[in-house]
């Protein structure tokens, strides 16, 4: 079993900057990927950004030169970097760790982002 802790998000003005971290406990060698998908209200859940344990990413469309997920982190740490923020992008933001082991999906509980003037 894999626990996912999510911190950072509120409220900031369009063009600002964000920074989310989510924190893996429990089986943490079984992740595969850990990245953030996000919700936005009558929308379906969508792939943000992801990072592989091999470091590959892959980040949507809408975020590329934006968002970026930092190289750095600890193995067990998903930070996301959100600069030039703008309204499209509020929403529930949630971090996701994936295990190729049976293909298992766990979920943070999700961190409100609100991007308005």
């Known amino acids: 079993q894999v626990q996912l802790v999510e911190s950072g998000g509120g409220l900031v003005k369009p063009g600002g900057s964000l920074r989310l971290s989510c924190k893996a406990s429990?089986?943490?060698?079984?992740?595969?990927?850990m990245g953030w998908y996000r919700q936005a209200p009558g929308t379906q859940r969508e792939l943000v950004a992801e990072?592989?344990?091999?470091?590959?990413?892959v980040y949507a469309d809408s975020v590329k030169g934006r968002f970026i997920i930092p190289r750095d982190g600890a193995r067990n740490t998903r930070v996301l970097q959100m600069n030039n923020l703008k309204s499209e992008d509020t929403g529930v933001y949630y971090c996701?760790?994936?295990?190729?082991?049976?293909?298992?999906?766990?979920w943070g509980q999700g961190i409100q982002v609100t991007v308005s003037s």
């Open positions: 429990g089986h943490i060698s079984s992740i595969d990927a």
């Open positions: 990072m592989t344990t091999d470091g590959a990413t």
């Open positions: 996701r760790a994936h295990s190729s082991l049976g293909e298992r999906n766990w």
